[in-house]
């Protein structure tokens, strides 16, 4: 006996041809998302199990080292590096379940400042950034660590960019060139719609805003 179609299979089917392909291209973007929050969920369990284990090893070299020695100086900095990691990857996860991180208030222009401080003491080549700010800064609804991650993840999309532009006005942040469209950007995208603000793109640039 032949199986009853998909109800959303069955809805673009009876539309006519002009009007389904244009649904069929608005649902790309949205399935495209989809798998690739089913991947990045994937790989950030993979990475997460070893990395855990390699921080409990690294806390045993620390008890075993003696305080204020130049070991131990480096072993810290190993462990702050795993940290870091563990944030980005929960980032992920949350984005991949969907979750909504802690609700609060958060300084777009802090969390600016604080993404671009991250940036520059990474790893890889320099990015070239005009930073511009109003003189009144402004509070959007967000926990300041997701803030931060959706601000760090536009602005390493953007990396490919000889001189970068970023300028906060009130409770919106422009971002030009726009950046590459990359998992980082469809992550950055979810924890800003998950807080009640909205990402633009347009040709010249990319626009995170709250109302």
């Given at each position: 006996?032949?199986?009853?179609?998909?109800?959303?299979?069955?809805?673009?089917?009876?539309l006519p041809d002009d009007r389904r392909a244009a649904?069929?291209?608005?649902?790309?973007?949205?399935?495209?998302?989809?798998?690739?929050?089913?991947?990045?969920?994937?790989?950030?369990?993979?990475?997460?199990?070893?990395?855990?284990?390699?921080?409990?090893?690294?806390?045993?070299?620390?008890?075993?080292?003696?305080?204020?020695?130049?070991?131990?100086?480096?072993?810290q900095m190993v462990k702050d590096t795993m940290l870091e990691m563990k944030?980005?990857?929960?980032?992920?996860?949350?984005?991949?379940?969907?979750?909504?991180?802690?609700?609060?208030?958060?300084?777009?222009?802090?969390?600016?400042?604080?993404?671009?401080?991250?940036?520059?003491?990474?790893?890889?080549?320099?990015?070239?950034?005009?930073?511009?700010?109003?003189?009144?800064?402004?509070?959007?609804?967000?926990?300041p660590g997701a803030l931060v991650q959706a601000v760090l993840q536009l602005l390493l999309a953007s990396r490919e960019a000889p001189q970068l532009l970023v300028e906060v006005s009130g409770a919106s942040l422009r971002v030009s060139p726009a950046p590459a469209e990359t998992l980082g950007t469809v992550v950055a995208a979810r924890i800003v719609a998950d807080h009640g603000g909205r990402c633009e793109r347009d040709a010249d640039g990319l626009t995170v805003s709250w109302d």
């Open positions: 006996m032949p199986q009853p179609l998909d109800p959303l299979l069955s809805t673009l089917l009876a649904v069929e291209r608005e649902l790309i973007p949205v399935a495209r998302a989809a798998a690739l929050g089913e991947v990045a969920a994937d790989v950030a369990h993979d990475v997460a199990n070893p990395l855990f284990g390699a921080i409990g090893l690294v806390d045993l070299l620390l008890e075993d080292s003696e305080p204020d020695s130049d070991e131990a100086a480096r072993l944030d980005t990857l929960q980032v992920v996860l949350d984005f991949a379940r969907g979750a909504r991180s802690n609700a609060g208030q958060a300084s777009l222009d802090e969390a600016v400042r604080a993404a671009i401080e991250l940036l520059r003491h990474g790893r890889g080549r320099a990015l070239a950034i005009e930073e511009r700010y109003e003189a009144e800064p402004a509070t959007v609804p967000c926990s």
